[in-house]
């Protein structure tokens, strides 16, 4: 059975820097996604990478500030985000695709974390 477990994220000052966290269970080789969404918008692509750590992509609005990485022995993928902005504020989802293929659209993935809220103020 796969689960997954996200933590981390709060209220954090525009400008300023913190790490989400994703644990996963019951997920072998895949791909694995971050997703974001905000009130009133659809769910977006933030990023994802695979298990291997071998392949990721951004999405447009956050390459270059955010981050996935993963740590096979503990099962879990991170997203670092820094240089954040107010527009950044959206509940944060991990999910995960079971077949090693890119994902970047919320309908490609299989399973989803609860979501944690990220909330950046200005």
């Known amino acids: 059975q796969v689960r997954l477990v996200e933590s981390g994220g709060g209220l954090v000052q525009a400008g300023g820097s913190t790490r989400l966290s994703c644990v996963a269970s019951?997920?072998?080789?895949?791909?694995y996604g971050w997703l974001r969404q905000a009130p009133g918008k659809e769910r977006e692509f933030v990023g994802g990478l695979n298990w291997m750590g071998t392949s990721q992509v951004y999405g447009d609005s956050v390459r270059g500030r955010f981050s996935i990485s993963r740590d096979r022995a503990k099962n879990t993928v991170y997203l670092g985000m820094s240089s954040l902005k107010p527009e950044d504020t959206a509940v944060y989802f991990c999910?995960?695709?079971?077949?090693?293929?890119?994902?970047?659209?919320?309908?490609?993935?299989?399973?989803w974390g609860q979501g944690t809220q990220v909330t950046v103020s200005s």
């Open positions: 019951g997920t072998s080789f895949g791909w």
């Open positions: 999910a995960y695709r079971k077949d090693n293929v890119v994902a970047t659209t919320p309908g490609a993935y299989d399973y």
